[in-house]
Each structure stands twice: as structure tokens, then as C-alpha cells.
């Protein structure tokens, strides 16, 4: 369950709606072989520093060119059933093709 800010817990700023992404690149990658939340197993769980924002904890879509490796190049791809992001390789590092689904996730006070 996601707890609900409307403030920095460190410095006390109000929050407000912030976009990110949608390219970046992955930091760290590892397998996950146990189920939760009745997700299918295996899966790819990627931690992605954003170029342009945070680094976050996201899904990694299937890929039939193998498994992805620190400072592969990915966009976000949208969410999973569960609400978690999606990322999935960037063919295009990091620039969007597409204005009409320009693939950005927005992160707002939770």
C-alpha cells in the first residue's frame, strides 16, 4: 500500500506532479524467481537512472535479444497489470519517435 505525501518528509516542501523520462539507463538488473502478488515467474526487475529525473525501480518488458546489462539504454514502456512501470529496450536512445505517445511516466504526491 502506498503511503500518501503532500510533503518532503526531509525538508518540508509542499510536493507537486513532476514528469520523467522517457529514456534512460538501466543501473542495476537481477531475475526474480519467487512469486508475489501472484506475478508470474520469472521476471526482470531494473532499477533506471531517468536521463532526466529520478532513478526508479521498474519491470523489464521481454526481450527475445537476451537479457538486458548495466548501461543498456531503455525507455519506458508504460505500466504492468499491477500499476508498476514497464521499461523495454530503447532503439532509439531515448528520443521520442511518436509525439502522440511520447511514453513519459508522471509521478505525483502519493
Known sequence: MAIKLTRCPVCRELLSPARFGPGGSIWAVTSVHISVQDRATPYLLAYVDLDDGPRILAHVQANPAG?????????????????????????????S????????YVSSPR
Not at 519517435?97 to 513519459?104: F, L, N
Open 67 to 95: 537479457r538486458p546489462s548495466v548501461g543498456d539504454r531503455v525507455r519506458l514502456a508504460g505500466v504492468t497489470s499491477a500499476g508498476d512501470p514497464l521499461v523495454r529496450p530503447d532503439a532509439t536512445d531515448g528520443v
Open 97 to 104: 519517435t511518436d509525439p502522440a505517445h511520447p511514453g513519459r
